[in-house]
């Protein structure tokens, strides 16, 4: 998706999206990620045993070191943790080196882009209510609408892509 949206010039536009929509993000390439050498044998081990894409899966394998103490996470290759062990049901040798490399690819993600950050506070840029209603009107009679900058998307990553041109 994002691939197609950089072809038609589109824009990732949405100022600030929900961590659910972080998460669906791809997480090798991430946009905002500071691209870093690939280690190959975790690299080859988080692709293909893994499975790992987006965020998401790296929050589900890097969940036994962000959360240590409350999974008993040991910081070795035989620790016997849940998810350790359910690492190891996938044929992964290294459940710890997959979670670190995990866990610092999520730690390198932009915070705008992080799930691991937390939503801002407020949203000072929201358009008035007054425009937003004078907006519904023109959507209506299909005239023009003020754009919102600072719209949080709730739903779906394919909301986020707007075309901007010359009117
Ligand atoms: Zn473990
Ligand atoms: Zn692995």
Redesign the pocket.
Known sequence: MLKVAKTYKTNLAAICLTPQLNAQLPAWYHIATVHRLMQEATIKCLIKKHKAITVADFLKISN?IRNAPI?N??PTPY?C?R??NTDRLLNCLN??DCATEATIRLQQINSKWNPLTNLPASDNLLLMLSRKARNKQAKKNNKHITFGPSITSKTDLTECFRIFIDP
């Open positions: 036994g999974e996470h040991r620790c943790c998810d350790c459940p710890h």
